[in-house]
């Protein structure tokens, strides 16, 4: 592992084990884990030093050999397009982990659009499922990644709504409308992450329901 040149934040090359599309434009990047982490950090990773690095979830367990990225290709973006077209044995920049989105053994709903549920399947994997609830919102039916362990660990824990497509075990709308029909949520936190739009609409619509601010804790992909 060598340093990289820029000072702030430093960056270590690592090199691709894999990257596997799970989903149209959407895959899960791989190297191989040589620092600890706490489930529900970040990492920023670049690939060069005159770019600014991005921020990326970490979405593995802490004790697994590797660590994996999950990010979709934004076709106009500067980073994405370019780890899509990875093949093992590339190199990429990436930070020390680091952030305060963190999880707890302690009851939680797990609230995520999106690539959002990047933490949470770290958490998972790191073996924090016990008395979660996880709400996982997309848009389409192919955008549950992990549905069949999520689905077989977590049971009816494990909760999907597809906002433009419809299957049986699935709720048919946003994670908002979900919620909405919900008369009394329980006394946990609610940890959340996906897009500033989101965030902002479930802390309101939670908070409308009684949950005090507190127990309120966000990761806005931005
Ligand atoms: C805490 C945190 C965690 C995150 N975790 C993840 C994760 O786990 N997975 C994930 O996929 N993403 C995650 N993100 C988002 C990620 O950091 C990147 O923003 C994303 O991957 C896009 O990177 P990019 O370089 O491909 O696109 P960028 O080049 O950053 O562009 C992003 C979008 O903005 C548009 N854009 C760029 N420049 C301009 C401009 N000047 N004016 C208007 N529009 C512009 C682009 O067209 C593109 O659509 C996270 C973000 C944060 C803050």
Not at 63 to 75: A, D, P, S, Y
Not at 163 to 184: M, Q
Request: hydrophobic fraction near 35%; charged fraction near 25%; include cysteine.
């Amino acid at each position: 592992m060598s340093k990289s040149r820029k000072k702030e934040p430093t960056l270590y090359t690592q090199i691709i084990t894999n990257n596997e599309e799970i989903s149209p434009d959407v895959h899960v990047i791989s190297f191989k884990r040589d620092f600890d982490f706490m489930p529900g950090q970040v990492v920023k990773i670049g690939i060069d030093t005159d770019h600014p690095p991005r921020i990326y979830s970490i979405c593995s367990g802490n004790h697994e050999e590797e660590v994996q990225i999950l990010f979709n290709i934004k076709e106009d973006g500067f980073l994405t397009p370019k780890m899509g077209a990875m093949i093992p044995g590339d190199k990429l920049l990436v930070s020390k982990p680091y952030g305060s989105f963190i999880g707890v053994n302690e009851p939680a709903w797990w609230i995520a659009t999106g690539t959002g549920i990047a933490p949470f399947y770290s958490m998972f994997r790191s073996g924090m499922e016990e008395n979660k609830k996880l709400i996982h919102g997309v848009a389409a039916l192919n955008q549950f990644y992990f549905e069949d362990e999520l689905e077989w660990a977590l049971g009816s824990n494990y909760v999907r709504c597809c906002s433009r497509e419809t299957s049986c075990d699935v709720f048919p709308g946003r994670v908002t409308a979900y919620l909405s029909e919900i008369n009394e949520l329980p006394n946990v936190k609610f940890y959340l992450c996906g897009k500033p739009l989101m965030v902002v609409e479930v802390r309101d619509l939670l908070i409308e329901k009684g949950v005090p601010y507190e127990n309120i804790l966000a990761e806005i992909y931005f």
